[in-house]
């Protein structure tokens, strides 16, 4: 089976987050990504890999 590959704009959709903060996932190799030509491809089972792992609530906290 052959890997379904992304570009960063359908990475963020799938995500819900910009496509600049695809980028900087790739720079900070927490999201795997190879280069081609102009473009940063990212593989899909990697993009459902990252979307399990557990986040942190950031931003202010709600007020009670």
């Given at each position: 089976m052959a890997d379904i590959l992304l570009t960063t704009s359908q990475a963020a959709e799938f995500l819900g987050v910009t496509p600049s903060r695809i980028r900087?996932?790739?720079l900070e190799n927490r999201l795997p990504a190879m280069k081609v030509g102009r473009d940063q491809l990212i593989k899909k089972c990697d993009l459902e890999l990252?979307?399990?792992?557990?986040?942190a609530r950031t931003g202010r906290p709600p007020q009670t």
């Amino acid at each position: 089976m052959a890997d379904i590959l992304l570009t960063t704009s359908q990475a963020a959709e799938f995500l819900g987050v910009t496509p600049s903060r695809i980028r900087q996932l790739i720079l900070e190799n927490r999201l795997p990504a190879m280069k081609v030509g102009r473009d940063q491809l990212i593989k899909k089972c990697d993009l459902e890999l990252f979307a399990e792992i557990p986040r942190a609530r950031t931003g202010r906290p709600p007020q009670t």
